[in-house]
Antibody
Framework: QVQLQESGPGLVKPSGTLSLTCNVS????????WSWIRQPPGKGLEWIGY???????SYNPSLKSRVTISVDTSKNQFSLKLSSVTAADTAVYYC?????????????WGRGTLVTVSS | EIVLTQSPGTLSLSPGERATLACRAS???????LAWYQQKPGQAPRLLIY???RRATGIPDRFSGSGSGTDFTLTLSRLEPEDFAVYYC??????????FGQGTKLEIK
């Protein structure tokens, strides 16, 4: 079955850029919408943005100036870049798939990766 | 932006009991555009309910959802040991897709 796996550095320096990749295995990245969602330690979930396999994107307005999501269909993966990070960006970052029904809930999630922003 | 408020923050119950979790939206989410997720420590959220009342694939029928507009409820009819977790609601009726509630922790009494 389709699985998602996040990867990337677990430690990023303040003012640096956080870069993560989500690998989609067991199925094609095409035809679907893919999202990044984060969860600061002990806190709730925050949607970061999404990308369609064609490259169309949409971002959370609160993060829009710092976020870039891209897709590489040849590698069956999509990526997140978050610039000018601070300690407030410390979180577990999840990649997720929009539901196949076409509505904006998430029916498939990666296991998540913790990114700590610290010098 | 629609804000979701979940209550209670923590619910302490015993296995076998019935659990009722609430999710209230600051404005209508558009009828039934609401989902519920379960999250256990160290794990990703798992989709339980979508469309306010539709169970996701593989979810036991002891989980049920109800409500519309601004008030929604997740009910666990008879708690099993594996049900103790944090539960989140999420609305998807307005932009940005995916605003979540702050969560309800269901703990063993």
């Amino acid at each position: 079955q389709v699985q998602l796996q996040e990867s990337g550095p677990g430690l990023v320096k303040p003012s640096g850029t956080l870069s993560l990749t989500c690998n989609v295995s067991g199925g094609s990245i095409s035809t679907y919408y893919w999202s990044w969602i984060r969860q600061p330690p002990g806190k709730g979930l925050e949607w970061i943005g999404y990308i369609y396999y064609s490259g169309f994107t949409s971002y959370n307005p609160s993060l829009k100036s710092r976020v870039t999501i891209s897709v590489d269909t040849s590698k069956n993966q999509f990526s997140l870049k978050l610039s000018s990070v601070t300690a407030a960006d410390t979180a577990v970052y999840y990649c997720a798939r929009r539901a196949l029904t076409g509505y904006w809930y998430f029916d498939l999630w990666g296991r998540g990766t913790l990114v700590t922003v610290s010098s | 932006e629609i804000v979701l408020t979940q209550s209670p923050g923590t619910l302490s119950l015993s296995p076998g009991e019935r659990a009722t979790l609430a999710c209230r939206a600051s404005q209508s989410v558009g009828s039934t555009y609401l989902a519920w997720y379960q999250q256990k420590p160290g794990q990703a959220p798992r989709l339980l309910i979508y469309g306010a009342s539709r169970r996701a694939t593989g979810i036991p029928d002891r989980f049920s959802g109800s409500g519309s507009g601004t008030d929604f409820t997740l009910t666990l009819s008879r708690l099993e040991p594996e049900d103790f977790a944090v539960y989140y609601c999420q609305q998807y009726g307005s932009s940005p897709p995916g605003s979540f509630g702050q969560g309800t922790k269901l703990e063993i009494k």
